[in-house]
């Protein structure tokens, strides 16, 4: 019922910044809380924030958190991820997913194809 389209992505070098958006076409989307996920090669797929369907309530990762940012357009069916201070180990491919909404993928029924950000030195 709901597709999900990731895009911003790229290559930044430390410190830099990105605004990730995540498009949604569907008919429940309003109801659904997103979330942000990334993977790294060799790594299992980890969470990094998450909105509620109101956009009231956020929640991010410690290793995140302080520079990273979850906002949701409802007009637009859009969330974004604005990724800042951005450090080598961020390094991944970011994946937006919705669903009634957790900490983990287990909250999760739909997911995006993904979007790589790269940092360098």
């Known amino acids: 019922q709901v597709t999900l389209v990731e895009s911003g992505g790229g290559l930044v070098q430390a410190g830099g910044s990105l605004r990730l958006s995540c498009t949604a076409s569907?008919?429940?989307?309003?109801?659904?809380?997103m979330g942000w996920f990334r993977q790294a090669p060799g790594k299992e797929r980890e969470f990094v924030a998450a909105?509620?369907?109101?956009?009231?309530?956020?929640y991010y990762a410690d290793s995140v958190k302080g520079r990273f940012t979850i906002s949701r357009d409802y007009a637009k069916n859009t969330v974004y991820l604005q990724v800042s201070s951005l450090k080598p180990e961020d390094t991944a491919v970011f994946y937006c997913?919705?669903?009634?909404?957790?900490?983990?993928?287990?909250?999760?029924?739909?997911w995006g194809q993904g979007t790589q950000v790269t940092v360098s030195s």
């Open positions: 569907g008919r429940t989307f309003s109801y659904y809380a």
């Open positions: 997913a919705a669903g009634p909404g957790s900490g983990s993928v287990e909250g999760y029924e739909y």
């Open positions: 909105i509620s369907w109101s956009g009231g309530t956020t």
